[in-house]
Each structure stands twice: as structure tokens, then as C-alpha cells.
């Protein structure tokens, strides 16, 4: 897609943790671009991660508070703005939080996004169908179900989701290519694997045992912790998006992994040892606690990203082994941070739902 000066670009979900980081990266690195951050605000959004760069960017930059949910805030929204870009991370993400109340991930992240496909069409068509526009759906790679201990996901893999998270996600995911393929809507999907980086809520695997760690707290790993999950660092992911909107072909999707394949239980274990290096401790490995599994844990999930780097030309910046050092140190010199996001309705979830097994993806 060719660039132009003034593209202006509209992020749901962008105060969370990806989306917080791609707003970021696209204000450093792309001048052309003006950004409206739409989000609203639930226990895992944080207005406070732009702080230090919404002012330097003000004319560039602006926050609209709201739920991808009300038609009428989103019909506002479009009315007052010509977007040529809505990259679409909003979404209900937490496994767990799908198992004890699903009914808001269908609210949010089927009905949220047909609220905002229908916004994105009506305006398109007002505007002349621009074929420059685009509509980027930012999905998992848990719509595919879970993998053996071979194989990979491709873009072409069934669909086989196993919570109502997954699932939720996977009709939205159909519904992106359905306006594609009968309203022509130049809508592209991507399915991305576990992401880990800085501003991700505690609640999830490498935020929630750094903390756990450096409190020493219990760390609970899900049954026998080999799980296996393929990581992607967050800014390597934030690169692949930005890849897909300015190079991608309407109506495909595009895997984006990190091919580092880890089993769950191994990555705490070298978040004990980098712990224990970086606070001069010892024995946090001692720490670790067995709990009940949670229900419909899909077994393995790795993603066939060759696609995007065949055709896009996009692979991973970052290693791993360096990455994670990076996510480590960023927890440890953002105690502020960590500090604010955990709120007493947070600490209250907790308590209630994970009495027993309180470690996620």
C-alpha cells in the first residue's frame, strides 16, 4: 500500500498491551501517520502508558474514550474522522476469565467487532470504496485448537477452537472475511501466537511470575506444565502488523509467530534463574507449585509464519534468549507501572476465581 502523507489510523484496544505498544511504535517511527486510540478502559487498559509521549505527539495523537460495543459512540467516531486504517485489537483476551463468564466475550468480541465492521463499511462506501483502505483484524493463534507434538499452524489449518475465548475470537475472525468476501470491505485478518513484553497486564504467564518472584509468592504452573507455546516478542509483533497494513493483500490472513517453542513449565523455570541473577537471590525455583489444569487446555500451539516472510517479507527481529531479558528488566525498573494496573477489583478477581490454579497464557 502506498504511503501518503496525513494517513490517519484508528486503534480499538490501543491502551492494552499490544495495542499500547504499537501506538507507541507507530508515533517513533511513522510521522505520516495521526493515531485516534479508542478503548474502554476495562481492568486492563491504562490511559497512564502514554504519559511520556502523548504530549510530545499531541497533534498526532488523540484518545477516545468508548466501547467498541455502542453503535452510537462508534457511529460518532466515523462521522468525525476519514479513516484510512482501523487496525482492531480490542478484544476480550483472558482464557480464564471466558470459562467463569463467557457471555462478555461474546458481547465484545463478536458483537464489538460487527459493530465496528458495520461502522468501517458504511463509511467506505460513503467515501467511494478507497481501495487503500484497510481494516486489520488483530487475532490468536487459539482458533486453530490445539497441535500434537508435530505439525504447525498454516493459514489454511480448521478452524477448531476450545474455549469460549477461542471460539469467540474464531466468529470474529469469520465475520472479517464474510464483509471481505460479500461487501468487499479490504479487511485482512491475522492470527498471532502468545506475545510477552512490556505493558502486558500481570495476569498473564511471564508478567504474573516475574511479580510472583520478585514477591516471593507461590508460582503456579497449570498440571504438569508442558504445555507448549510458541513466543512472540510484542515488538516484533508490532512490526508484523504495520508489515501487513502497508504491504498486505486485502482479504488474506497472516500467521505471525516468534518460533521459539517453549513448554510452559520451562519458561518459569528461566524466570526463576534470570530472577535470582538480576535480585542476587537463589532457590526460586522452589517456589513452583503443580495445580489443577484448567479445562480445555489445548496441548501445543506453533505457528507456520513462512507466508508472511515469503510474501511480506517480515520474520522476527528479536531472539528470544534476548527478549525476555529485556521483559525482565523492564518489570523490574517499572515497579510504578505495576503498581498502578494492579487495582483492587484486579486482586479481587483473583482471590475468587483462582483459589486453587491461578496461572494463565
Given amino acids: ?21 504499537f501506538i507507541r511504535n507507530i508515533l517513533k517511527t511513522k510521522p505520516f501517520f495521526s493515531v485516534v486510540n479508542f478503548d474502554a478502559l476495562t481492568y486492563a487498559g491504562n490511559i497512564s502508558n502514554f504519559a511520556d509521549i502523548s504530549s510530545i505527539y499531541d ?6 474514550h468508548g466501547d467498541i460495543r455502542d453503535a452510537a459512540i462508534i ?10 486504517i482501523v487496525v482492531h485489537f480490542a478484544a476480550e483476551s483472558h482464557v480464564d476469565r471466558s470459562i467463569s463468564g463467557p457471555e462478555v466475550f461474546i458481547d465484545t468480541n463478536v458483537n464489538g467487532t460487527f459493530r465496528l465492521l458495520e461502522a468501517s463499511l458504511k463509511k467506505w462506501n460513503m467515501n467511494g470504496k478507497p481501495d487503500d483502505f484497510r481494516f486489520i483484524h ?3 493463534d487459539e482458533v486453530y485448537g490445539s497441535l500434537g507434538d508435530t505439525g504447525y499452524f498454516t493459514e489454511t489449518t480448521p478452524y477448531d477452537p476450545s474455549s469460549p475465548y477461542s ?13 471481505y468476501r460479500t461487501f468487499g470491505l479490504p479487511a485482512i485478518v491475522t492470527n498471532c501466537s502468545n506475545n510477552y513484553g512490556s505493558f502486558q497486564f500481570p495476569e498473564k504467564l511471564i508478567p504474573l511470575i516475574i511479580l510472583n518472584i520478585m514477591e516471593r509468592k507461590d508460582l503456579p504452573v497449570y ?32 500467521n505471525i509467530g516468534g518460533g521459539a517453542e517453549y513448554p510452559n513449565i520451562e519458561i ?8 535470582d541473577k538480576k535480585l542476587n537471590r537463589s532457590a526460586s525455583r522452589e517456589l513452583i507449585r503443580f495445580v489443577n489444569d484448567r479445562p ?16 511480506l517479507g517480515w520474520s522476527p527481529r528479536f531472539r528470544f534468549e534476548e527478549a525476555i531479558i529485556e521483559t525482565v528488566d523492564w518489570y523490574l525498573n517499572n515497579t510504578d507501572w505495576v503498581d498502578s494496573v494492579r487495582s483492587g477489583e484486579y486482586r479481587h478477581w483473583i482471590e475468587k476465581n483462582y483459589s486453587d490454579r491461578s496461572v494463565v497464557e
Avoid: P
Wanted: glycine share 10%; proline share 0%.
Fill in 167 to 179: 471460539a469467540s475470537k474464531a466468529a470474529s475472525d469469520h465475520f472479517v472475511k464474510a464483509y
Fill in 138 to 140: 488483530v487475532s490468536t
Fill in 268 to 275: 518459569v523455570e528461566l524466570l526463576c534463574d534470570l530472577m
Fill in 59 to 64: 497533534e498526532r495523537y488523540r484518545f477516545v
Fill in 223 to 254: 498440571g504438569d506444565g508442558k504445555n507448549v507455546r510458541d513466543w512472540l516478542y510484542v515488538i516484533d509483533h508490532c512490526d508484523a502488523i504495520l508489515t501487513v497494513l502497508e504491504k498486505g493483500k486485502q482479504g488474506e490472513t497472516y
Fill in 296 to 311: 480445555g487446555h489445548d496441548m501445543r500451539y506453533a505457528i507456520d509464519a513462512s507466508k508472511i516472510k515469503n510474501e
Fill in 1 to 21: 500500500m502506498e504511503e501518503k502523507n496525513n494517513k490517519k489510523i484508528l486503534v480499538t484496544g490501543g491502551a492494552g498491551f499490544i495495542g499500547t505498544n
Fill in 75 to 84: 457511529g460518532k467516531l466515523f462521522d468525525e474522522e476519514d479513516f484510512d
